[in-house]
């Protein structure tokens, strides 16, 4: 297996093509009215995990390509804060967001220069392979958590 084959892989993977959804389609259609739902039997809402994936994400990113990186506090620098309402701006700066760094991580990915094997220089011995790995685990996860609850509150166009 070859280098370029590995990051094809990653991109597909990052994109969430093959068996998982996209971000964009998960989203697509989504009513503004309902953005500050609470799932059921849950403490936060359909912007609260959009923006968690997007603070998330952006922090492997910075991660991988910050001189300055500083880790994160768990969870309060992951989630916001659990009684803020987003309005319809802040849902899609929160989707923006999400976007412009997914494809800062999908151009890494597939940066011939950026040994996947190698480690980060700002980590503890994490390489760059398991982070883009952590970066897609953790998006789709979250994503289809977002289309469930899409699913089960009905949420979805007809």
């Known amino acids: 297996m070859n280098d370029a084959f590995i990051r094809e892989q990653l991109v597909c993977f990052l994109k969430g093509q093959e068996a998982h959804m996209s ?10 009215e309902h953005i500050n739902d609470v ?12 923006e968690h994936i997007r603070r998330t994400q952006h922090a492997t990113l ?3 390509i910050s001189t300055q990186y500083q880790e994160p506090e768990w969870p ?3 989630w916001p804060e659990k009684d803020k309402m987003a309005s319809v701006a802040e849902w899609e700066k929160t989707i923006e967001g999400f976007e412009i760094d997914l494809k800062a991580l999908i151009a890494l990915a597939k940066d ?6 190698a480690k980060v220089p700002n980590g503890t011995g ?4 398991r982070e883009f790995m952590l970066a897609f685990d953790h998006n789709t996860y979250h994503i289809g958590e977002f289309a469930i609850m899409r699913q089960v509150l009905k949420l979805w166009p007809e």
């Open 23 to 32: 971000f964009e389609d998960a989203v697509k259609g989504f009513p503004m």
């Open 76 to 78: 309060k620098d992951y």
């Open 62 to 64: 910075d991660f991988l």
């Open 112 to 117: 011939s220069h950026i040994d996947l094997y």
């Open 39 to 50: 799932f059921p039997n849950g403490d936060y809402t359909f912007w609260h995990l959009l």
């Open 126 to 129: 994490q390489i760059f392979l």
